[in-house]
């Protein structure tokens, strides 16, 4: 299980995995199979329930379908290989290609960082400007921060893994986890990592505190909002809009900060690999549950679609 080499990197990696005991690879198997299908069926299903309904087509609800098209694209990036690795003996990944998942894994996980901040101005808006809401989320301020969003996601993931991808990897090459992460794939190099750690913890950092605080600053205002309301009901009505969302960066930056915004060398298998199967396998399977389930215009919108096939069948 080991490849050495003389200053140049290893040709393939070898994915340790969650687990070596076959019991439990199959029951893993079986429970992820699940969950990646529930996830894939759920985000496609949201997608397409806010394209077909027009009563849909308000910010909110753009916000949450590129927040569907990122989980669904995280599944396919993380989970499909886990599978694999899982089911089979067939626990290699090439360098490219641990590098590209990497780099991907990277972009999506920044990008929804900035468009849960972006979910949470638009709530912020609505909630504390409402006569003015149609006004300021206008579509061009809508796509504006979607594309900004991909855009810090871009950066923040080329500079991170161009950085990583220029050390040698000239020892071991069994990565202690069960996807290509920044920290076992530091753990790998044969090279002073000092400087390629500093710098993907600025990045990620920037990236979780910079989102973090645009969400905490929202939400302070929104409370102060909502405290001045006087009547039980217009208290409830404010806050069952931002519920859902307040949930799921809840759930998200958790396990996110737990991971990302410590030193290496305090990295942890077992603690990070349960942290990180949250944030990759989980996480992208929950956000449509909760989005749908405690939203009463979806499931309404759920209604009028079925109501419009009903009615053109007959």
Do not use: W
Not at 29 to 38: R, S, T, W
Not at 182 to 205: H, K, M
Not at 217 to 245: D, N, P
């Amino acid at each position: 299980t080991m490849s050495r080499r003389n200053n140049t990197n290893v040709p393939d990696f070898i994915l340790m995995g969650l687990t070596d005991a076959e019991e439990i690879q199959l029951l893993l198997f079986v429970l992820f199979l699940l969950i990646y299908l529930v996830t894939v069926l759920g985000n496609v299903g949201m997608i397409l329930i806010i394209r077909l309904d027009l009563q849909l087509h308000t910010p909110m609800y753009f916000f949450l379908t590129h927040l569907s098209f990122l989980d669904l694209s995280y599944s396919n990036v993380i989970t499909p290989k886990t599978l694999e690795n899982l089911l089979t003996s067939n626990t290699y990944i090439s360098f490219m290609g641990c590098f590209a998942q990497m780099y991907f894994f990277i972009l999506l996980a920044a990008t929804e960082c900035f468009l849960l901040s972006s979910m949470a101005y638009d709530r912020y808006v609505a909630i504390c400007n409402p006569l003015h809401y149609p006004l300021i989320m206008s579509p061009r301020l809508c796509h504006a921060l979607v594309t900004g969003s991909y855009t810090i996601g871009f950066i923040d993931s080329s500079f991170s893994v161009l950085c990583i991808s220029r050390l040698h990897y000239c020892d071991s090459n069994v990565i202690r986890h069960f996807f290509c992460d920044t920290f076992p794939i530091l753990a790998l190099s044969c090279t002073d990592t000092y400087d390629t750690e500093l710098t993907v913890f600025i990045f990620a950092g920037s990236t979780l505190m910079l989102s973090l605080i645009t969400i905490a600053v929202s939400y302070v205002s929104i409370l102060s909002t909502i405290l001045k309301i006087k009547s039980t009901s217009g208290k409830q009505k404010a806050f069952s809009t931002c519920a859902s969302h307040l949930l799921g960066v809840t759930i998200f930056y958790g396990t996110m900060i737990f991971t990302y915004l410590k030193p290496s060398k305090s990295y942890s298998l077992g603690k990070d690999q349960v942290a990180s199967v949250f944030y990759t396998v989980v996480i992208p399977m929950l956000n449509p549950l909760i989005y749908s389930l405690r939203n009463k215009e979806v499931k309404n919108a759920l209604l009028r679609i079925k109501h419009r096939r009903d009615t053109s069948r007959a």
